[in-house]
């Protein structure tokens, strides 16, 4: 059951594309976080060599 995996996490992250037209762009969403803050960080993939990068992302789809 999920519900005693939530209950029972101090971390709840969830990692997902944001906008299709940058798939590059991944975003890791800490929804539940029992010792600190809630949100969303933006990173840069390179499949070739399995790494990411921070990237300043904008709702509009462009980065930097």
Do not use: W
């Not at 299709?20 to 539940?32: H, M, R, S, V, Y």
């Not at 949100?39 to 990411?52: C, E, P, Q, V």
Request: charged share 25%.
């Amino acid at each position: 059951e999920s519900g005693s995996v939530e209950q029972d996490s101090n971390v709840v992250a969830l990692l997902y594309v944001p906008d299709e037209q940058t798939p590059d762009i991944k975003c890791l969403a800490i929804k539940k976080n029992r010792d600190g803050e809630l949100g969303d960080i933006y990173m840069g993939f390179d499949g070739s060599k399995m790494l990411f990068q921070p990237v300043t992302y904008q709702s509009s789809g462009q980065h930097a």
